[in-house]
């Protein structure tokens, strides 16, 4: 099956540094989307690109977040500098023009002490 | 703009029929989608039905759609322990993004 691929699947680190996720959607897939889930706030959307372009960052803070798609096959997604409250679970998903559904990656589970 | 509400919990007998419910906002929303949440993992697409669409049936499970009302249903038949997890209901426009509800956890007691 394939799938999308995220790393890394946790990561700690302390409050003012730099955190970089990455994932790898899936091929031919030309949809990639940010989620952040925490319990507090569900399923946030943070950004979402279409054929490498972003098409939607409003969901994410523009001061200390930042996502880019270097190529078709690498979404990351950077926090400079990181604050305990972006403690959460991100998620990455791929699909095909949005539609049909999306297929998530595990996620990265972050914690910031 | 856009909204989809679930109940936040529900737990059914195992081997009982679970019906989770969820409403939207958006009337042109084109597809409506049933993703499933297990502890510790992303979320996993269970099915999918086009807002032409009254009705789809995927061996246990079977979604209806009232348009009119903007109301989607995913009944599970034969409840399972395994079905244990949280279900989030989800609704596109065209290809666009997909706005979430915030899940339903499905408790399935033996």
């Known amino acids: 099956d394939a799938r999308v691929t995220q790393t890394p699947r946790h990561k700690v680190t302390e409050m003012g540094q730099e955190v970089t996720m990455r994932c790898q959607p899936i091929?031919?897939?030309?949809?990639v989307f940010w989620y952040r889930q925490t319990m507090m706030q569900g399923l946030e959307l943070l950004a979402y690109?279409?054929?490498?372009?972003?098409?939607?960052d409003s969901g994410m803070p523009k001061d200390r977040f930042s996502a880019e798609m270097p190529d078709a096959t690498l979404a990351t997604l950077k926090i400079q500098p990181s604050e305990p409250r972006d403690s959460a679970v991100y998620f990455c998903a791929s699909g095909l023009q949005g539609n049909y559904g999306y297929t998530f990656g595990s996620g990265t589970r972050l914690t910031v002490v | 703009g856009e909204d989809v509400e679930q109940s936040l919990f529900l737990s059914v007998r195992e081997g009982d029929s679970s019906v989770i419910n969820c409403t939207y906002t958006?009337?042109?929303?084109?597809?409506l989608y049933w993703y499933k949440q297990e502890p510790g993992a992303g979320l996993q697409l269970l099915t999918y039905?086009?807002?032409?669409?009254d009705m789809k049936q995927d061996q246990r499970l079977t979604v209806l759609l009232n348009k009119k009302d903007k109301h989607l249903s995913l009944r599970i038949a034969d409840t399972q322990t395994g079905d244990s997890a949280i279900y989030f209901c989800?609704?596109?426009?065209?290809?666009?993004?997909?706005?979430f509800g915030d899940g339903t956890t499905l408790t399935v007691k033996p």
């Open positions: 690109f279409r054929n490498r372009a972003p098409l939607d």
């Open positions: 958006d009337s042109s929303s084109t597809y």
């Open positions: 091929l031919g897939h030309n949809t």
């Open positions: 989800a609704e596109s426009v065209s290809a666009g993004k997909s706005t």
């Open positions: 039905i086009f807002s032409n669409m």
